[in-house]
C-alpha cells in the first residue's frame, strides 16, 4: 500500500466516524474517537423469568426464558438435552424439543436428535433487558389482520 492510498483509507475511516457521530449509523462501538477506547455500557443479567415468550412469527426458534451459563454443548454433552430431551421432561417439566429436532435433511423422524439440531444456541438465544441498538419497525401479523379487518369493515 502507497502512502498515498493509506492516508486515503484513514481519511475514510474518520469520515466514518463523523457520520457515526451523526447518529445515523448504530455500532457496537460508541462514538468515541477511532484511537481511543470506549467505556462500553454495562451488559445486564441474561432474563431469568422462566416465563416462555410469545414468538414473533410461528418458526421462530422460542428465545430462552432462563439462564444457560456453563451449559456444556459439545461432543462429550449436551446440558440443554438433560431437560428438553424427549425422555427427560417427565423429571425436568421442560417443554421437549419438537419434531422437528428430530428430522434429518430430507424430513425423515430419525430416534434422535438431528445432528443439524445438536447445538441449541445455533438457533435458541437468551435476552437482556437493553435498549435496541438499531430501530426495529417490525409489526406483529395480528396487528397486521386487526389493522386489514379495520380498513375492510370502515370501506363497507
Ligand atoms: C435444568 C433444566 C433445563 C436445562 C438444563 C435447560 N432448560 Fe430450557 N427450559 C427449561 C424449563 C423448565 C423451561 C420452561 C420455562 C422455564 O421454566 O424456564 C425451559 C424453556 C426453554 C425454552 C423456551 C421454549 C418455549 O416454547 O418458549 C427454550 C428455547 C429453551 N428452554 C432452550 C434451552 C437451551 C438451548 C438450553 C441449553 C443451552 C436449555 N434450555 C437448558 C429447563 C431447562
Ligand atoms: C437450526 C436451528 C435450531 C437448533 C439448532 C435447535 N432448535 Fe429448537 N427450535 C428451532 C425452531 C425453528 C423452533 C420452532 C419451530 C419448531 O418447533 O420446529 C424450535 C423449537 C424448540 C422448542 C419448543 C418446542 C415446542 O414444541 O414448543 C424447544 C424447547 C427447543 N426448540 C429446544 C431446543 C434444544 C434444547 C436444542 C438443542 C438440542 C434446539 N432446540 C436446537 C430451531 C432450532
Do not use: W
Not at 57 to 85: E, F, G, R, V
Amino acid at each position: 500500500m502507497t502512502l498515498k492510498s493509506l492516508l486515503l483509507a484513514v481519511g475514510l475511516i474518520l469520515a466514518g466516524g463523523a457520520v457515526l457521530a451523526e447518529g445515523e449509523l448504530s455500532t457496537l462501538r460508541p462514538t468515541a474517537p477511532i484511537d481511543q477506547e470506549a467505556e462500553a455500557e454495562p451488559i445486564p443479567d441474561v432474563i431469568n423469568s422462566d416465563m416462555r415468550q410469545v414468538r414473533n412469527y410461528p418458526d421462530q426458534p422460542p428465545l430462552i426464558p432462563h439462564k444457560i451459563d456453563n451449559y456444556q454443548i459439545d461432543l462429550d454433552a449436551n446440558k440443554c438435552l438433560t431437560c428438553h430431551s424427549r425422555t427427560a421432561v417427565e423429571m425436568s417439566q421442560a417443554p421437549m424439543i419438537s419434531v422437528t429436532h428430530f428430522m434429518n435433511r430430507e424430513g425423515q423422524t430419525l430416534a434422535t436428535v438431528s445432528p443439524r439440531r445438536y447445538f441449541c444456541t445455533q438457533c435458541h438465544v437468551v435476552q437482556h433487558d437493553v435498549k435496541p441498538l438499531v430501530v426495529n419497525n417490525f409489526v406483529d401479523v395480528d396487528s397486521v389482520l386487526d389493522f386489514v379487518r379495520g380498513q375492510q369493515g370502515g370501506g363497507e
